[in-house]
């Protein structure tokens, strides 16, 4: 699952608008969810790559990424609870594993999903940490709705907590390699020097 928001300059990357202008902001999020799509495109058979969006429609959406992807609009609320409802959905559909990422990591690779969907053979969570203290990653094998609950969003203690509520919870947990999220002013230094290694 890609949980992205359809680029509409003013309403995305909006912490960077200060730094970069309501437009190249949106275009930084054009370009980063398209690199996690071609990522996910790669992915093998058998595995439902979709699209959780914000903004923009259906037709939007199929016309920018095209009509590989099946795609669900996100429901109202906060992130955990979009999250929460969209791990939910998928259980109940029957899947066995599933895995959420965002668009704001350029690292991300489709050997980091590969990575993850072998983790959950024999772990309930796997976890992405991103540098910032949130992550980057998290698949379940199961709904586990308390992971998502009482997180303090958008603050460093997001992968800290969500490994605490996992570990009292008695949820056997699996972590990938640290990378970094451009979400912030501070990251587009980084983010400028990685694109100069593409």
């Not at 309403?11 to 970069?20: A, D, E, H, V, Y």
């Not at 437009?23 to 093998?44: D, F, I, S």
């Not at 895995?99 to 489709?110: E, F, K, T, W």
Request: glycine fraction near 12%; hydrophobic fraction near 40%.
């Amino acid at each position: 699952m890609l949980f992205t928001r359809y680029p509409e300059a003013g309403n995305t990357k909006t912490r960077l608008i200060p730094s970069l202008g309501a437009a190249k902001a949106a275009e930084l999020q054009r370009w980063m969810t398209a690199t996690m799509a071609r990522e996910m495109a790669v992915l093998g058979p058998g595995i439902d790559r979709q699209v959780h969006f914000s903004g923009g429609g259906l037709s939007q959406m199929q016309t920018w990424l095209g009509g590989q992807f099946t795609y669900r609009p996100q429901v109202a609320g906060g992130l955990g609870h979009r999250l929460q409802q969209a791990f939910r959905g998928n259980f109940e559909a029957g899947m066995e594993a599933v895995v959420a990422i965002g668009a704001d990591c350029p690292q991300l690779s489709a050997n980091h999903f590969e990575q993850a969907f072998q983790q959950l053979q024999t772990h309930d969570v796997v976890l992405g940490p991103a540098v910032d203290g949130g992550y980057y990653l998290i698949g379940l094998r199961g709904h586990q709705a308390q992971l998502f609950e009482e997180i303090p969003w958008g603050t460093g203690e997001v992968f800290e907590r969500t490994v605490a509520i996992a570990t009292h919870l008695d949820l056997s947990i699996a972590t990938l390699e640290k990378l970094r999220d451009v979400d912030r002013p501070e990251d587009l230094d980084w983010f400028n020097q990685i694109l100069m290694c593409i």
